[in-house]
C-alpha cells in the first residue's frame, strides 16, 4: 500500500493494482499486468508505480519492470511506460531530486536482480540488486545508473535520501555487501559523467561473510543498527570525505526480522529516534540533540512488526504481533505518561 498526492494505492490479493481517489466511490482497479507480491507502490501526482512481473515468470530475474499507470478518462488505470532494465522482484521505487535540479526528482529503485553471486536471503530471497538506477519518472529511460561489480550487491530493497551540506542533490544511503559483510554506503550523481552514480562514501564493513546491517535516517542524521538479528548494536555515522566514520552507541536493539522485507522498524519524530529492543517488546528512544542519550522508553505487551509517525498527531504508531495497535504522544512529556 502506498498512498499520496489524494490517493491510496494498493495491490489486490490478485495482483491487480487499486487505486481510491480521495471519496470519489469505489477504487478503481487495473487487473494486468499483475503486481509483484513483495513489491511497493509510488503515488506520484499523475500516476502510480509499481513493480509488474511477465507472464509465467516465477523468480524474476528477468521478468519485473518498473511500471508507470496512468488514470483513463473513462476511469480505470492503464500501463503507459515501463523499465527497459528489470528491477528486483521486491524493490520499492522512491522519488529523489539526485541533480538538485528541484523539479521534484525522478525514480530510484535497485536492479540487476541476481540470484547467485550473494546468497544470504537475509531480505527474504536470494535475490540481490546488482545495479542502482535513476530513472525519468514519465517514461522510465536510465537518467543515471550504478552497476557494481562481482562479488558485491546492494543488499537492500529502498535506498533512503538524504541531504549533505552544500550540495545540490540529494544522496542515497543503501548497503554494500560483499565477502566482509555489509558496509553503509552512500550513492550520489556522478559530477563528472551526466549518466552515472557514483559510491562517494564508504562505511567499514561489518566484518565477517553474511553479516548485515540495517540503516535508517532521518536525512540529517545516518545511523544503522549492526548484525540487528544476533545482537543488535546501534551506531551513528557521519562523512569523513569518502569515508564514513561510525559511533557505537547501543547493543540490544533490532529493526529487522529475519527473512522480512519491513526493513526498518525505526521512528524519526519530534527530533527523536525510536527503535525497539532485540526482542521487540521494548520502545527505546534516542535524542541526537542531546549527544545521543537514551529517554525514557515504552513497555510493548509484544513484539513490534511495524512502526510509523503520524505527523499530524506528533505521535508514533506501532503494530504488534498480536495485532494490537499501540499509540505514543511526542509532545514532551515523559513516556509513561504518552502510552
Known amino acids: 500500500m502506498a498512498t499520496g498526492h489524494g490517493r491510496i494505492a494498493a495491490r489486490t490479493r490478485e495482483g491487480a493494482l487499486w487505486v481510491l481517489e ?56 492503464q500501463v503507459v511506460a515501463r523499465s527497459a532494465e528489470p528491477v528486483l522482484p521486491d524493490a520499492r521505487p522512491l522519488q529523489a531530486d539526485l541533480d538538485g535540479r528541484g523539479d521534484g526528482g525522478h525514480v530510484v529503485a535497485l536492479a540487476g536482480p541476481n540470484a547467485q553471486r550473494y546468497r544470504h536471503g537475509v531480505l527474504g530471497d536470494a535475490t540481490e540488486a546488482t545495479r542502482l538506477l535513476w530513472l525519468e519518472r514519465h517514461d522510465l529511460r536510465v537518467m543515471r545508473a550504478l552497476a557494481l561489480p562481482p562479488p558485491h550487491v546492494f543488499e537492500d530493497i529502498a535506498p533512503r535520501p538524504v541531504a549533505r551540506p552544500g550540495a545540490a542533490g540529494v544522496a542515497l544511503l543503501t548497503v554494500r555487501s560483499g565477502p566482509d559483510g555489509g558496509q553503509l554506503a552512500l550513492v550520489s550523481a556522478d559530477p563528472t559523467h551526466a549518466t ?20 535508517t535516517t532521518d536525512g540529517p542524521h545516518w545511523a544503522a543498527v549492526h548484525t540487528p538479528h544476533i545482537g543488535g548494536v546501534l551506531h551513528v555515522y557521519h ?26 522498524l525505526a521512528v524519526w519524530r519530534a527530533g527523536l529516534l525510536m527503535l525497539p529492543s532485540q526482542d521487540g517488546r521494548r520502545l527505546r528512544v534516542f535524542d541526537p540533540a542531546r549527544d ?18 503520524v505527523a499530524e498527531a506528533a505521535a508514533w504508531v506501532g503494530l504488534l504481533a498480536d495485532g494490537r495497535v499501540v499509540w505514543m504522544a511526542l509532545d514532551g512529556a515523559p513516556a509513561a505518561a504518552r502510552r
Do not use: K, Y
Not at 204 to 211: A, D, L, S, W
Not at 239 to 264: F, K, M, P, Y
Not at 298 to 306: K, S, Y
Open 22 to 77: 480521495g471519496t470519489q466511490g469505489p477504487g478503481q482497479v487495473a487487473p494486468r499486468p499483475g503486481l509483484a507480491p513483495h513489491a511497493g507502490l509510488l503515488v506520484l501526482p499523475l500516476a502510480v508505480l509499481g513493480v509488474g512481473a511477465a507472464a509465467g515468470v516465477a523468480t524474476g530475474e528477468e521478468g519485473h519492470r518498473l511500471l508507470r499507470f496512468e488514470r483513463l478518462v473513462s476511469g480505470g488505470w
Open 196 to 215: 552515472a552514480l557514483r559510491l562517494e562514501a564508504l562505511g567499514e564493513p561489518v566484518g565477517g561473510f553474511h553479516r548485515w546491517l540495517a540503516p
Open 239 to 264: 562523512a569523513e570525505g569518502a569515508a564514513l566514520g561510525r559511533r557505537r552507541l547501543s547493543a540490544d536493539v533490532s529493526t529487522h526480522a529475519i527473512g522480512s522485507r519491513e526493513t526498518d
Open 292 to 309: 545521543w542519550s537514551e529517554d525514557t522508553g515504552l513497555a510493548l505487551l509484544a513484539r513490534l512488526v511495524q512502526a510509523t509517525a
